[in-house]
């Protein structure tokens, strides 16, 4: 199983990235997962993505049951997610999973839904499971119609929060540090508007304090 990683934020509560593995089984009843760890939940925007690492069902031939059975590469690649305004909670919205694609019989179908919670955690739901029935291979038996009965998603989260410019961040890399200050010290004196601060209208010691005030990676 792929480890947790957790990138923490020296400033901020919770993580600035997260990387969570998921493991999710089910006979076909609605099942939830939540994340052992949390993303900052103060965010102005959140990049999510979602992939869809590994797929094996469990059948049922005649009664007597086999799996579970790899059948990733019998699925369509899949990753959903995107950039979403923060901050928590938010809505990473809905994937549907159908295979095959109608309007032939299905034999596995599901609704994974993302959201983080007002906290920075991270939840999936996974809904409307359908287990149908399928032709493989089996010792024995040879070519058979199976009963799907149980499947098991593998899946991989990951969170982004990205730290974005603030006001004292005169070079715009996300913090204030030394390079901002002298940046402002070169425009000491004159009306630059990306060293003018506090916005009136001169670079002054208001600056020079506000920038000190603001020290650090941006909030």
Do not use: H
Request: with cysteine; aromatic share 6%.
């Amino acid at each position: 199983m792929t480890p947790l990683i957790v990138v923490a934020s020296s400033v901020l509560a919770g993580a600035d990235t997260a990387i969570w593995p998921v493991s999710i089984e089910t006979s076909g009843e609605d099942v939830s997962w939540t994340s052992p760890s949390a993303v900052r939940p103060d965010g102005l925007e959140y990049e999510l993505e979602v992939i869809l690492t590994g797929v094996a069902v469990d059948v049922s031939y005649l009664g007597i049951g086999f799996g579970p059975i790899d059948v990733t590469d019998q699925l369509p690649d899949s990753s959903f997610g995107g950039v979403i305004d923060g901050p928590c909670p938010i809505d990473g919205g809905t994937t549907s999973i159908i295979e095959p694609p109608p309007p032939d019989p299905v034999t596995i179908a599901f609704d994974i839904s993302l959201l983080l919670d007002g906290t920075g955690q991270g939840n999936i739901l996974m809904e409307n499971i359908v287990l149908g029935t399928a032709t493989t291979e089996i010792p024995i038996f040879g070519e058979v119609t199976v009963q799907l009965e149980k499947i098991y998603v593998d899946m991989e989260m990951t969170v982004d929060v990205p730290l974005l410019p603030c006001a004292t961040d005169i070079n715009g890399d996300a913090q204030t540090d030394v390079n901002d200050i002298l940046l402002l010290l070169a425009a000491y004196g004159t009306t630059d508007p990306d060293s003018d601060i506090d916005g009136d209208g001169i670079v002054g010691v208001n600056d020079v304090l506000q920038l000190i005030a603001g020290w650090g990676p941006c909030n």
